[in-house]
């Protein structure tokens, strides 16, 4: 096996090389027995010598054709990952009542609230994610991972009456990320009416709206309209 | 130590030897195992030097010998090593 792999890889070795010191340099690879080290060390070797004495189209193609295979398998042995992303906007029928909601600071109590260990491990059970880890791991690692999964990011936006985020969960499975992000963005809903409530002062002022959701996945991406979006989506 | 040029003028430096026979004989004198790669790689340079030539032979296994040239820069870089271990030598013995 060794062998051969040592054959094969003085192949990689330039022709016009080869034609002087193919033969010599085969009869020493049958006798050196260096095992895999040397196979690297031939193909450092072969890279080596293509570089100093110029890159032939032919080595070039291989190479290209290698990397392609290489990236082919990589991509077909790679776990599938999916990231449900839901576009939320909290939004005030009284646009000058909407103070506390507009800033970063009400984006991250919200999610701290929203992403307590209480929410998530609910939110795990309730759209049965993490299936694998929750047989071998206690409750508290799978928080902790989930944490990991979810990204809460606020969106810049030209409107004066509300906050624009994002909330993305990432998951091996299509379906467990939607549900799991459809999940969460209630959350931040139940939060918001939470925070109504605790500041009753802007309470009347707020409407909780989901605008939008989108599911990407391997790349294409699909909207969805959901229940309660505004009557444009 | 680890010079595959120089350890191929040494290992040459008693006779003509082939590919195989330099491995084992510098792994001997210098405790250096040079792979095929490196080997041939520094044989091809060195040949380009006129460092060593080819030896004509039967033998799929092809030999070499150091020429003139290569002796020449085999002493230059031995005297240039004895100097940096006189150095060394000395420093260490005050320090």
């Not at chain 1, 990952?81 to 839901?86: C, D, E, F, G, L």
């Not at chain 2, 290992?11 to 026979?21: I, Q, R, T, V």
Request: aromatic share 8%.
């Amino acid at each position: 096996m060794k062998r051969k792999a040592l054959a094969w890889t003085a192949l990689l070795y330039p022709a016009k090389w080869r034609r002087r010191y193919g033969v010599e340099f085969a009869a020493l690879l049958e006798q050196a027995n260096g095992g895999w080290r040397d196979v690297a060390d031939v193909a450092g070797g072969g890279l080596m010598m293509q570089m100093r004495m110029g890159l032939g189209w032919r080595f070039v193609a291989v190479c290209g054709l290698i990397g392609i295979a290489i990236a082919g398998v990589a991509s077909w042995k790679a776990p599938k990952h999916y990231v449900s992303t839901a576009v939320v906007r909290f939004d005030a029928k009284d646009p000058t009542r909407v103070g506390p909601l507009r800033n970063l600071q009400s984006i991250n109590e919200m999610e701290q609230q929203a992403l307590s260990r209480k929410t998530l491990s609910g939110i795990i059970e309730g759209a049965g994610l993490y299936k694998g880890e929750r047989a071998e791991k206690p409750i508290e690692d799978i928080v902790n991972h989930m944490r990991t999964d979810i990204a809460v990011r606020p969106i810049p936006s030209q409107v004066n009456h509300g906050i624009l985020f994002s909330i993305s969960l990432a998951a091996d499975d299509s379906a467990h990320a939607r549900q799991g992000a459809a999940a969460l963005v209630d959350k931040f809903q139940q939060e918001a009416q939470n925070r109504d409530a605790a500041h009753s002062r802007y309470s009347t002022g707020l409407a909780t709206r989901v605008r939008r959701t989108r599911v990407r996945q391997s790349g294409r991406s699909f909207s969805a309209r959901c229940s309660g979006c505004w009557p444009e989506y | 130590m680890s010079d595959p040029t120089l350890l191929i003028l040494a290992s040459l430096a008693d006779g003509e030897k082939h590919g195989y026979a330099m491995m084992e004989d510098i792994e001997r004198f210098a405790g250096v195992r040079l792979g095929p790669g490196t080997l041939y790689g520094a044989i091809t340079r060195m040949e380009e030097r006129g460092w060593i030539r080819a030896v004509a032979s039967d033998d799929r296994r092809q030999p070499y010998a150091i020429t003139a040239l290569g002796r020449k820069h085999l002493e230059e870089q031995l005297s240039a090593l004895d100097q940096v271990l006189k150095t060394a030598q000395r420093r260490l013995k005050h320090a």
